[in-house]
């Protein structure tokens, strides 16, 4: 029975530094930082992140061209749920030596991210450290900045017991949980997945700004929204909910990628330790008014009504209904 702990990621122990980090920066613990320009009236948002051990995948294949697609999402995707408009990225490319033909294939992959994601390359730095990488293996690290005015800031404080929660479906698994899908395949297993378990997460840019956009012009809300990444829907959600509330998610509401069911049955992977690890098939996650669905749906049909809103007690929390 494999855990994401036993594949060398303790979940707990980051929720801890990120506590320690929060009563020294309490600004800190969103999936985007606001800083205030223009007296108050405006914010730049600002991302930060990495691709994890999915690059050990792209190492042992030697396929680099869609890595810095990940690279972009992961920013990209924070800094969309606090309602910004993205506007730049910058990269870290770090390496032992510099292979050229490679380099090319990550940036050319960092540049359709950043036309994807509706960002503008604007710099980055490129880093040769001889004997500090292993041969062939390098690290990638993305800084995203958006802006969004006052007024349209998302911060879940307007989610109410009776709201809706809607989901976007995901490309797959996205650039999370790989130390354990490394471990559950291996080898001659791990080829034959590459294709698969090497498609680029998914950049919700123009979904995002469609949705907003129709519902300003009809004075409705996206009142919350969370980028499904390690710690799955059940530790992510939360992060935008307010307290004395809970999410009750239908996991029957959407299919979920027949990956997910592969790591789970060759890994004899708990369930729990399923929902806490990947994103299950669902990206990014919305809280609406029950009013605004209809809206929502013609705005982009492949919404999906994952779960509602309910009363609760202390700390927000999320809860897999049973099927």
């Known amino acids: 029975m494999l855990t994401y702990k036993k594949a060398g990621v303790d979940i707990d122990a980051a929720d801890k530094l990120v506590e320690f980090i929060q009563k020294k920066a309490p600004a800190i613990g969103g999936f985007s930082g606001l800083y205030p320009i223009d007296g108050g009236e405006t914010f730049l948002a600002a991302t930060t992140d990495g691709v994890g051990t999915k690059l050990k995948l792209a190492f042992a294949l030697d396929r680099h061209e869609t890595i810095g697609i990940d690279l972009v999402a992961m920013c990209v995707n924070d800094l969309l749920t606090v309602g910004a ?105 791990l080829r034959r997945r590459a294709a698969k378990l090497l498609t680029p997460t998914r950049i919700y840019t123009s979904a995002i700004r469609r949705l907003m956009d129709g519902f300003r012009k009809r004075r409705q809300l996206i009142l919350g929204m969370a980028h499904i990444t390690g710690g799955g829907i059940p530790e992510n959600l939360p992060r935008v909910l307010p307290p004395r509330t809970k999410a009750v998610i239908r996991p029957g509401s959407w299919r979920i990628p027949a990956v997910f069911g592969e790591i789970q049955k060759r890994g004899k992977v708990p369930e729990a330790e399923m929902w806490r690890t990947f994103n299950m098939g669902i990206g990014m996650v919305l809280v609406i008014r029950p009013n605004s669905l209809d809206l929502a749906r013609r705005l982009n049909p492949e919404l999906i009504p994952i779960g509602r809103i309910e009363a609760g007690e202390g700390e927000p929390q999320v809860v897999l209904e049973a099927p």
């Open 85 to 189: 408009r993205p506007l730049f990225f910058l990269d870290y490319y770090a390496m032992g030596k510099l292979d050229l033909a490679k380099s090319k294939r990550i940036l050319s992959g960092i540049l359709e991210g950043c036309r994807q994601g509706g960002l503008a390359l604007l710099g980055g730095e490129t880093a040769e450290m001889p004997g500090f990488y292993a041969g062939g293996e390098y690290d990638l690290a993305g800084f995203a900045v958006g802006i969004v005015s006052k007024g349209d800031v998302i911060d879940g404080s307007k989610i109410f017991p009776g709201d809706l929660v809607v989901g976007l479906p995901s490309s797959g698994v996205h650039s999370n949980g790989f130390s354990l899908v490394r471990k559950v395949f291996d080898g001659r297993h």
